[in-house]
């Protein structure tokens, strides 16, 4: 990871990831709420490690990890580290990732999450 923190939400996917359809779902509902966000690939295996990376790079304190086996989890930076508060296989619908991206954007605004495409 750079050295310089973004100001906006971090995806981190594992650079084995295939199911880009699914990444630009999640950035929709990113932009849906306006926050900025940016996608960085690292050869990181494990879903926790990823999202923690990607709290890590991100001012807002707020990211994203996507595994190679299109599991996604929403982390905060000052969550227990390992603990997602959100997780996810990306194989359901389109709609569920989109609810991540914009769970991920709520979580910046401080306003309440949309249910229905989060825990799973």
């Known amino acids: 990871m750079?050295?310089?923190k973004n100001i906006c939400v971090v995806i981190c996917v594992n650079e084995k990831m295939t199911a880009q359809e699914k990444i630009k779902?999640?950035?929709y509902g990113i932009e849906e709420e306006g926050i900025p966000w940016i996608i960085r690939y690292s050869d990181e295996s494990r879903l926790e490690d990823l999202?923690?990376?990607a709290s890590k790079d991100s001012q807002l304190d707020?990211?994203?990890g996507v595994d190679e086996s299109?599991?996604?989890?929403?982390?905060?930076?000052?969550?227990?580290?390992?603990?997602?508060l959100f997780?996810?296989?990306?194989?359901?619908?389109?709609?569920?990732a989109r609810s991540l991206g914009v769970n991920a954007a709520?979580?910046?605004?401080?306003?309440?999450?949309?249910?229905?495409?989060?825990?799973?």
């Open 2 to 4: 750079d050295e310089r």
């Open 25 to 27: 779902e999640i950035t």
């Open 51 to 53: 999202a923690h990376l």
């Open 62 to 64: 707020v990211g994203i």
């Open 70 to 84: 299109a599991f996604a989890g929403l982390y905060h930076d000052k969550l227990p580290e390992g603990h997602l």
């Open 87 to 96: 997780r996810q296989k990306l194989s359901y619908t389109l709609e569920e």
């Open 106 to 120: 709520r979580m910046v605004k401080g306003i309440p999450f949309r249910m229905g495409g989060g825990n799973g």
